[in-house]
């Protein structure tokens, strides 16, 4: 596309890993270049080597674990590999700067996201006036389209929404208009709408400032729609690059074959017409989060507002919406983790709403729960197996009987019988998963509810556990409220699908027409948003 | 902010109520006779029932407890029965020996033990790291007397560098104040720096992996300024209530500090009043120290709100 001198030039970098693991490298010889006004695009599943890239442009690996061990990384000519960490200091945030996935944890939390901003300048800049900062800070903030500018600057981190820290941490890394900006996974924590923003800003600013941007993700949907140039990585490898037309319509690796064989489409299910009488019926659920504060001030946040529906046996509900539209409100008050203020939650015709005590208890084993993140929701120092029969142990099932169940449980998700003595840490991400899906399982309920439960996973295996939810389903007959925030997934696997904005169900109708030809203003803003729509049809061509 | 500190110093006040109240029954139910002791053993019958009548003991204890409170909330903490000082003006006499050693055990600790422990987890597992954590163990597993005596064996008795025992107010002679509260206050600060600097050092262990610090050096920032400006105020809610909770401790170690060095402080005046039975004024102690704990929480939870935005009460 351009024909002068990359701003990064990778030439066989290596990392390699410290001994006595699977692979001695955690990159291994892997070539690109970065061009000025272009986004190159890094993909790969977890343990690709992806971030490790990323961080080693920086040189922000921990290097006594993570060493460079060859190659050279040529930032506008300069061999940063070998950079003395004096040198380092003044490239970093002045000629190349880094954009990172979690916008919240990436900001210091007791630091005014101005002075964040500002002390960009301070450190490469000295020579500037406080006053010179202050200006250069509300100009880059009106920038990155932070409304409010001079109010939101003397604001913290956890003041802001998702997108305006992301907008703040972009605001950060143009401060100085660098070469070169990397921008590991920018979006994954961040909104659908949100996302397409961002997205697009990141285009508007590249020609703006003229630099060249180094971009990781895992999601083909971002790579559609931004990337000038696609690098494929796998296990530390390149496998495949190219122009994104290319590398997503005519794959030439197996590898980018299988991965975007495993992208979800829009794509729907039929089912015969389930039972009619059904499992759960929600009438008019209302919940608010009170915050009374120290001197008494109340905060109310309706996080559930009426909210109607019903839901057959073996039927899946998809609840989708943006983070704040009350989705996982909703998953915890048929838990009753929380109380609802009112309305009512009839299981198989009894109001549960009210229920409290050993009525409660009794009740909980009747409908679980499948969490987000495998890694978090189980217990590190137990072992699978007490986990697995402590719910049924607990409700009156014999230890031995438990066990039994907890083998045949663990073949039908597809693990091993004899896996049981082993701690969660022995396992991958996607086994996790399943056991998690077994644990729910083992307690025979009537409802599962599924909260983000493939979000935290790589495509791949997402897939498999799609397909194991489903399997499960047809074999098991559970009803299921699937919460996801990724309409193609929801898609996949849901009969009927409720769209949730502030509180409400905006719209609830089979999945295939709701998708198809939504009702709801709100509904066709998320459909829009959706990443990769564009390379949806250039496949499906 | 200001009706942060005004309520919570209307929430002292049933604090204090209550402390008031365990410190009068503490010291009514444990045994030993006061007017015995001001009377002497010779004392006749009459003698002693002259003496409890006089003080109010031969009252029932519900009366005692509402009186001695009555006097309190005036101000009034009694008379103490050896000197018959008020118990008041006997506590403001010896203040400012117990003040002056404890600032400056706080400050010396601050000082020190803050940056050793910020340097041990910056360096985490370096020798420098060991050799903190090593004299952390040392610091807090020796008492206080034994390392008082040996700092004096040390450094006066055999280097003659130190005075041995006394006290100079630094009002008057600063120079020589100095010099004699240099061994009290290190003594009295060894333990507190031991616990200093480990929480610092396990609390900023904690921050340094965090995302921020990766933003921080993404930015350029060199690492001093990466530990001092970004790390070290995440990591300060826990260095501060461990901070709070050490001044409990100087409480007790100013008693066996000013006992070891001779100093005429609230701790040596505790100690004498404790063995001598001498009530009023032991009360008067007890409520002393509590009110100064209660004062150094308060200053605590507004340290809190200061050094992190998202705390609000």
């Known amino acids: ?541 | 902010m200001l009706r942060l500190i005004a309520l919570r110093i209307a929430m002292a006040v049933p604090v204090m109520l209550v402390v008031a109240t365990i410190v009068f029954l503490l010291l009514r139910l444990s045994p030993g006779d006061p007017a015995l002791i001001i009377a002497g053993e010779s004392a006749g019958p009459e003698a002693l029932a002259r003496i409890r009548s006089q003080m109010g003991l031969d009252q029932p204890l519900v009366v005692q407890y509402f009186t001695w409170l009555a006097a309190i909330a005036r101000g009034d903490l009694g008379f103490s029965i050896l000197s018959k000082v008020p118990v008041l003006s006997l506590i403001f006499d010896r203040l400012e020996p117990t003040l002056v050693l404890a600032l400056s055990a706080i400050l010396i600790t601050v000082v020190i033990a803050v940056p050793l422990g910020a340097v041990a987890a910056w360096r985490h597992n370096s020798w420098i790291d060991r050799a903190v954590m090593m004299l952390s163990v040392v610091g807090f597993s020796v008492p206080a007397f034994v390392i008082g005596y040996i700092l004096i064996l040390l450094l006066s008795v055999k280097a003659d560098l130190f005075p041995v025992q006394g006290y100079v107010s630094p009002f008057e002679d600063p120079l020589a104040a100095l010099r004699h509260l240099a061994l009290p206050s290190l003594t009295l600060a060894l333990v507190f720096m031991a616990l200093i600097s480990r929480v610092t050092r396990s609390s900023l262990l904690e921050v340094l992996g965090e995302d921020f610090v990766r933003t921080a050096r993404a930015k350029g920032n060199v690492e001093r300024r990466v530990l001092w400006r970004h790390a070290l105020p995440n990591a300060a809610v826990p260095i501060i209530t461990v901070i709070g909770l050490g001044i409990a401790l100087l409480i007790s170690g100013v008693v066996v500090t000013e006992s070891v060095f001779n100093l005429p402080g609230v701790g040596r005046l505790t100690i004498d009043a404790i063995l001598a039975r001498d009530y009023p004024v032991v009360q008067g102690l007890m409520l002393f120290f509590a009110l100064i704990y209660v004062g150094v929480n308060l200053l605590i939870d507004i340290a809190y709100v200061i050094v992190d935005p998202r705390i609000r009460y």
Do not use: W
């Open chain 1, 1 to 541: 596309m351009t024909t002068c001198e990359p701003i990064l030039r990778i030439e066989n970098l290596s990392v390699a890993l410290p001994e006595g693991l699977d692979r001695s490298h955690a990159v291994r010889n892997v070539s690109f270049d970065v061009h000025r006004r272009q986004i190159l695009c890094v993909v790969g599943e977890s343990g690709s080597g992806k971030s490790v890239t990323a961080a080693a442009v920086m040189r922000l690996l921990p290097e006594k674990v993570l060493r460079i061990s060859g190659g050279t990384i040529r930032l506008e000519g300069e061999d940063i590999a070998v950079a003395s960490p004096e040198r380092l200091c003044q490239l970093r945030g002045s000629r190349m700067a880094m954009i990172f996935q979690e916008p919240l944890t990436a900001l210091n939390p007791v630091m005014r996201v101005g002075d964040q901003i500002a002390e960009v300048l301070q450190i490469h800049r000295p020579g500037t006036s406080a006053e010179q900062r202050q200006a250069r800070v509300r100009e880059l903030m009106a920038d990155v389209q932070l409304p409010e500018p001079e109010r939101l600057a003397r604001a913290y981190p956890h003041q802001l929404s998702g997108g305006q820290r992301q907008r703040v941490m972009i605001a950060m890394a143009l401060a100085l208009e660098p070469a070169l900006i990397i921008a590991d996974e920018p979006t994954t924590a961040l909104d659908v709408t949100t996302q397409a923003q961002i997205l697009r800003l990141f285009r508007e600013l590249l020609t703006k400032h003229d630099s060249g941007v180094l971009m990781i993700t895992h999601d083909f949907g971002v790579v559609a729609d931004v990337a000038d140039h696609v690098v494929v990585m796998r296990q530390g490898d390149i496998v495949e690059h190219g122009a994104p037309e290319k590398v997503l319509k005519a794959p030439e690796h197996p590898y980018t074959r299988a991965l975007i064989e495993a992208v979800p489409r829009f794509r729907y299910r039929s089912r015969p017409d389930a039972a009619d009488t059904p499992v759960i019926a929600v009438e008019a659920l209302s919940l608010t989060y009170r915050n009374t504060s120290f001197f008494g001030a109340r905060r109310e946040t309706r996080a559930l507002d009426a909210v109607s529906f019903t839901l057959a046996a073996g039927e899946t509900l998809g609840v989708v919406g943006e983070s704040g539209s009350g989705k996982t409100s909703l998953a915890k008050t048929l838990l009753r983790f929380e109380t609802p203020d009112s309305g009512r939650i009839l299981f198989k015709g009894q109001d549960i709403a009210g229920l409290a005590g050993a009525a409660l208890r009794d009740m909980r084993r009747h409908i679980q729960m499948v969490f987000q993140d495998p890694y978090k929701s189980l217990n590190p120092r137990r072992r699978i197996g007490q986990s697995l029969i402590e719910g049924p142990v607990q409700h009156g099932l014999s230890r031995g009987d438990a066990i039994a169940r907890a083998e045949d449980l663990m073949e039908l998700v597809g693990l091993r019988r004899d896996a049981l003595d082993r701690f969660p840490h022995e396992f991958s991400g996607g086994q996790r998963q399943r056991i998690c899906i077994a644990r729910a399982l083992a307690m025979e309920p009537a409802i599962i509810v599924a909260d983000e439960a493939v979000s935290a996973l790589d495509v791949s295996v997402q897939a498999q556990v799609l397909r194991l939810f489903e399997d499960l389903q047809r074999r098991i007959g559970f009803a299921m409220i699937f919460v996801t925030h990724d309409l193609r997934v929801a898609s996949n696997i849901c009969d009927r699908i409720a769209v949730m904005q502030r509180g409400r169900i905006v719209e609830l109708g089979p999945a295939q027409r709701v998708f198809q030809e939504p009702e709801a203003s709100y509904t066709r803003e998320l459909l829009a948003a959706v990443p990769g729509l564009a390379s949806e049809r250039m496949i499906a061509d």
